[in-house]
């Protein structure tokens, strides 16, 4: 029993140290990857501020090279001005949804204010982003996206924007 018993510590043993080297290795590939979070957080606010330009021009093609072509990304709006709630999964969805927004809204909107600041968390090749903006026909709205970096640029994989309107005391 106790021969047994030796086996099974001398074992277990070897299996904490593996998973100790295994644990240290991995942090050193992580920090060895050197990420600059300023240049990707430049290139996270040129993409999202790409993607506002195209959909307030009505540029369709300009808009949907922003996005993840995906089955199982998500477009949300939750719009407490009018109690209005629309989701979109998928990229077909999302793509048919704005092309057909686009077709019956050719006429440009105002530009809002273009994002200089963001929340950012990154994730490797993603990042979650979250932000608050005013734009003149809806007022107040706070946005969190979901970005993929795909051959070196980032790209839209997720949006939930919640409008608030103009008479909000929302901060």
Request: some cysteine; glycine content about 4%; hydrophobic content about 35%.
């Amino acid at each position: 029993m106790k021969k047994i018993f030796s086996i099974f510590t001398s074992i277990l043993l070897l299996l904490i140290l593996s998973c100790k080297d295994l644990e240290t290795n991995n942090v050193n590939q992580i920090s060895k990857q050197n990420i600059d979070i300023e240049k990707e957080k430049k290139a996270i606010l040129e993409a999202l501020n790409n993607e506002t330009k195209a959909a307030f021009n009505r540029d369709y093609e300009g808009w949907k090279k922003m996005w993840v072509h995906d089955p199982k990304i998500t477009k949300t709006y939750i719009n407490f001005a009018d109690s209005t709630f629309s989701e979109s999964v998928g990229w077909n969805k999302i793509s048919t949804y704005v092309k057909t927004f686009i077709d019956e809204h050719p006429e440009p909107e105002p530009i809002p204010k273009l994002l200089h600041d963001i929340d950012l968390r990154l994730y490797g090749s993603g990042a979650w982003v979250s932000y608050q903006l005013k734009d003149s026909l809806r007022g107040l709205k706070r946005e969190t996206r979901l970005m993929e970096k795909i051959n070196g640029s980032w790209k839209i994989a997720g949006m939930q924007t919640t409008i608030y309107g103009f008479e909000t005391n929302h901060k």
